[in-house]
């Protein structure tokens, strides 16, 4: 305990924030700096203890060739390949991924040794694609495919709830060290969280055209227009996407917005409300007559707190 407040009165600040992998290993007694946030190797020398705890705590990460960094309030990992994941044009980024045995890779056990010890979700890529003469009947179709964790942890920290709504250009090496690949456009599809533990068992990838319906997620705007929603009022969901289609060379946009101007308590927020962005239709599975955003609730303050002014303003009348 003496020795810890002696190490907090320092000022250490683990760097915990940004996690990349390099395949370098690096002790931590000749650049600390790397590991805790203003340690130098000249502390290290003058203070034998704190290179003690340098050591004890450290030596695993570098031995594994994990290197930890500060980027406080940004959620980006680096993965093996190196590549930046950045939009293109289409608003579609780029992820990677690795075929899977579907003998020696298959089956609850050996999954399972994927995730814990590989740090890899295994999953499956499906579904047809008639630009590229793919039929989803087709047995070939399927490939058995896994990902490594660092992506799929950083695009879900990215958009959360919206990542199964996004599109992205898949490339599939055959190993790790191979270079050779191909790139599908995608759509992740059933996702599947362990219960408790909130991990990622498996990540599906279905492909992406342009004749295919995605689900857009839906963002109010001008809110502060709405005489309900401004004193406290929310809109209780009923659905929370709309399932549209996006013609090709065309931007997929992040999300459609829902304009709340004049919104009061127990009104409805239908499909007239939402802004559609050019190049993109609402797909025809949707009844666009009876489908329902949600309805607005709150408390009604506001409007007994007006009624008590007009009703005391009609007695001094």
Not at 158 to 163: D, E, K, N, Q
Request: glycine content about 6%.
């Amino acid at each position: 305990m003496i020795k810890a407040c002696q190490f907090l009165s320092r000022k250490i600040v683990v760097r915990t924030s940004k996690v990349r992998l390099s395949s370098v290993n690096v002790n931590p007694l000749d650049d600390p700096g790397r590991f805790v946030e203003g340690i130098t190797k000249e502390d290290l020398e003058k203070d034998p203890e704190l290179a003690s705890f340098i050591t004890a705590n450290f030596s695993e990460i570098a031995a594994d060739g994990e290197t930890v960094e500060s980027n406080a309030g940004e959620a980006a990992y680096e993965d093996t390949k190196g590549e930046k994941e950045k939009s293109n044009d289409l608003n579609m980024r780029k992820i990677h991924c690795y075929l899977r045995d579907p003998v020696k890779e298959e089956g609850s056990r050996r999954c399972e040794t994927l995730r814990e010890t590989r740090r890899e979700i295994p999953g499956l890529l499906y579904g047809g694609d008639p630009t590229l003469g793919i039929k989803s009947k087709d047995h070939s179709s399927k490939i058995y495919v896994k990902t490594p964790w660092s992506i799929l942890q950083r695009e879900t920290d990215l958009y959360h709830r919206s990542f199964q709504s996004r599109v992205y250009d898949l490339t599939v090496y055959e190993d790790e060290t191979e270079e050779e690949s191909t790139v599908h456009r995608v759509i992740p599809s059933d996702l599947q969280w362990h219960p408790i533990k909130n991990k990622l068992f498996c990540a599906n990838y279905l492909r992406y055209h342009a004749g295919r319906p995605i689900k857009i997620p839906i963002k109010y705007i001008n809110e502060e227009e709405s005489p309900a929603m401004k004193r406290g009022g929310f809109i209780a969901p009923v659905n929370r996407y709309v399932s549209c289609l996006v013609e090709d060379g065309v931007p997929i946009p992040d999300f459609l917005e829902l304009e709340c101007t004049g919104l009061e308590l127990k009104n409805v927020a239908r499909m007239d409300r939402i802004i559609i962005p050019d190049g993109v239709r609402v797909s025809k599975h949707v009844k666009q007559d009876s489908f329902i955003v949600g309805t607005v609730f709150g408390e009604r303050a506001g409007k007994e707190e007006s009624t008590t002014a007009d009703s005391g303003n009609e007695t001094d009348d």
